[in-house]
């Protein structure tokens, strides 16, 4: 058992502030005797509807059969298929007669609409009625398209995850080619205790199955917890992975981030702020943590590790950094991008939602010679939730141009708008504090309602902001595009320490106007408008 901490610079500078990644990496052994594992309890839940025709449903019935074959008498499997309608194609059953099985897989075909929460309930229930003492119960959610008929609401499913797993069962999403609701499908896997797959095609689903299942079948660890304590004048401002977390009175991080299988490595990434003065003066460890867990190889016995990280700091930084903190520092705020545009995708705001994975990509690429395959491979589906993303603002174009105003209301419909006519006087915001996923909605609530009474210039005072983190970054883009389809323009002004060096990593220095001051601002929008009027 390896449990260890990097970070992305050894050396940082003792006369300024400075952001940095921490990767925190827990690395399990292999498992050592297949016989000590627990009986799996599987409910296998499989879209079937019109979307999957071709080679998709093939290739879904040709990785659950060879899926079949690799169970043991020992487990048991549902499988159920779904599309308008649920059916149970094989009940509960321990896997003696493998055969008829595989035969009822190749009943399953295409149909109509997409019942995910039926297909998903129905495996659900079939594991959870299973009297199997020490079962590892786990149930497979497989769609390739958007949830249209049951229950459709994303609060909903996610309680209905939660819950189930509170009860011992937990969710695994599997999100097929390129129209399902990613934030969806990660959101239900996320309560689930589950993990999260994106297939781009269907030779991929044999190889994911296989993954996830062989995960299962080496479980070495549950009730996963890792604290985290930090020196004096250094502070943890954001998760870049989508873990459970809170923070103790104490001041200690508390990371929960699900079960630990037997040859797992497991990397999770912070972003923390360092004022070198006092950080260099305070001695001790940079940062140390604790993780603990139930080794269920061992009788459910707890074990406990620990692990911390020393830093050596100089008048000036030297630049260099660790390949590998990078690299998983990277993947990591590429998964919050896809979130973050697909939470203002669903608010109707395409083109700002495409604004975040263009930045995205283009960060990714000036990075890529650190990993050429995994980071390309990353940006492959940036490029197809972005061609998406562009598909549906077309769309939603022609209709505008056609007047199809009755469109709005769909999934499709044209980018959010305002109310009123527009004027020229300025609106000036000081912002303070943190910027970060719980004061933006105030923050976009507040600038709708001055947008609608005409106002479409905008400057941010950022003297006060201390930090922001991705939501925040998204919702100033999303704000940026408000003002210049209104004809104006949102001007960010005095930037500095860490919000600053934020915006230079995120390669958004060039996406945003930035003044010095509020007077420099004022007076270029003053003339902007002035140069408006004359016609220039």
């Not at 707890?302 to 903190?325: C, H, L, P, T, W």
Request: proline content about 3%; hydrophobic content about 40%; aromatic content about 6%.
């Amino acid at each position: 058992m390896n449990f260890r901490l990097l970070l992305e610079y050894p050396e940082l500078a003792s006369s300024e502030n400075s952001l940095a990644h921490l990767l925190v990496q827990i690395e399990t052994p292999p498992v050592s005797d297949a016989n000590q594992r627990q009986p799996l309890v599987v409910g296998l839940a499989i879209d079937k509807s019109k979307s999957m025709y071709g080679e998709k449903i093939d290739s879904t019935r040709e990785a659950a059969a060879s899926l079949v074959n690799w169970l043991t008498r020992h487990d048991h499997l549902a499988i159920i298929a779904y599309d308008s309608q649920v059916e149970v194609v094989q009940p509960l059953i321990p896997l003696t007669d493998k055969f008829s099985v595989i035969k009822k897989l190749e009943t399953i075909h295409v149909g109509t609409s997409t019942n995910l929460s039926g297909g998903w309930l129905q495996a659900l229930r079939s594991v959870e009625d299973a009297e199997i003492q020490n079962g590892y119960r786990r149930v497979i959610l497989l769609t390739d398209g958007m949830a249209n008929t049951g229950v459709v609401s994303t609060s909903e499913l996610v309680k209905i995850a939660a819950d189930h797993y509170a009860r011992g069962i937990s969710t695994t999403t599997i999100g097929f080619g390129r129209d399902f609701s990613e934030n969806l499908l990660r959101e239900i896997a996320r309560a689930g205790g589950g993990n999260f797959y994106f297939i781009e095609g269907p030779e991929q689903a044999h190889e994911v199955f296989f993954k996830e299942f062989g995960d299962i079948a080496a479980l070495f660890g549950q009730g996963l917890e890792v604290r985290l304590r930090t020196a004096p004048g250094v502070q943890i401002k954001e998760l870049l992975n989508d873990v459970p977390h809170s923070i103790e009175e104490s001041g200690e991080l508390v990371l929960r981030p699900g079960d630990l299988r037997s040859d797992d490595l497991r990397n999770i990434v912070l972003v923390l702020e360092v004022n070198g003065q006092v950080a260099s003066g305070s001695g001790g460890p940079f940062v140390s943590a604790e993780l603990s867990f139930y080794n269920m190889l061992e009788g459910s016995r707890m074990e406990k590790y620990d692990a911390d990280i020393m830093v050596e700091y100089k008048n000036r930084a030297s630049g260099n950094f660790n390949k590998s903190v990078r690299l998983e520092a990277l993947l990591a705020a590429s998964g919050r991008a896809m979130i973050e545009a697909s939470r203002i995708a669903s608010e109707k705001d395409l083109s700002a939602a495409r604004d975040i994975l263009v930045r995205m990509i283009r960060r990714l690429e000036q990075n890529v010679d650190i990993e050429p395959v995994g980071i390309n491979r990353t940006i492959r589906r940036l490029q197809d939730m972005e061609r998406n993303l562009e598909e549906n603002l077309n769309l939603a174009r022609k209709h505008l141009m056609a007047g199809g105003a009755e469109m709005q209301g769909r999934s499709y419909s044209q980018d959010i708008h305002f109310a009123g006519q527009v004027h020229d006087r300025i609106l000036e915001m000081p912002l303070s504090g943190q910027l970060d996923l719980y004061r933006c909605p105030d923050l976009k609530s507040e600038i709708k309602r001055n947008i609608d009474t005409g106002y479409r210039y905008l400057v941010f005072d950022l003297t006060d902001l201390t930090y922001i983190d991705s939501s925040g970054i998204g919702t100033l883009i999303q704000i940026s595009n408000w003002m210049r389809k209104r004809g104006g323009v949102m001007i960010l002004v005095n930037t500095q320490g860490s919000v600053e060096k934020i915006f230079q990593m995120s390669k958004l220095d060039e996406f945003f106007v930035f003044k010095d001051t509020v007077v420099d601002a004022r007076s270029f929008l003053e003339d902007l408008i002035q140069a408006g009027k004359n016609g220039d």
